[in-house]
């Protein structure tokens, strides 16, 4: 049985960072690429970044470039979302997903895991 666990949201002044991890089992981590995903109320689900299998690969969402790092560690099957300088917009819940294939991808139909989410609220 596949789980991916988040940890490490909470509430954090703007302008602050917080650090995001995602303990996957059950799956063949170094295979998978991953993804960080966010939802806030009343909108869509959209991808945060995503890192291939071997970590070489990286893509993020333009509204986070040079804010976020996503990273990943395959000898401890885990993937991490640093955020720094928070803004009250990437107030959201953050979820953990793993791809079908290596490479990273934007679309939410090509991760197949799920982790439950952790809520990161940025206040002004």
């Known amino acids: 049985q596949v789980q991916l666990v988040e940890s490490g949201g909470g509430v954090v002044q703007a302008g602050g960072s917080l650090r995001l991890a995602c303990a996957a089992s059950g799956l063949t981590f170094s295979t998978n690429a991953m993804g960080w995903f966010r939802q806030a109320p009343g909108k869509e689900r959209e991808v945060v970044a995503s890192?291939?299998?071997?970590?070489?690969?990286?893509y993020y969402t333009d509204s986070v470039k040079g804010r976020f790092t996503i990273s990943r560690d395959n000898t401890k099957n885990s993937v991490y979302l640093q955020m720094n300088s928070l803004k009250p917009d990437d107030t959201a819940v953050y979820y953990c997903a793993a791809d079908r294939d290596r490479w990273p991808s934007r679309i939410l139909g090509d991760y197949n895991y799920w982790g439950r989410g952790t809520q990161v609220t940025v206040s002004s």
């Open positions: 890192i291939s299998w071997g970590g070489a690969t990286t």
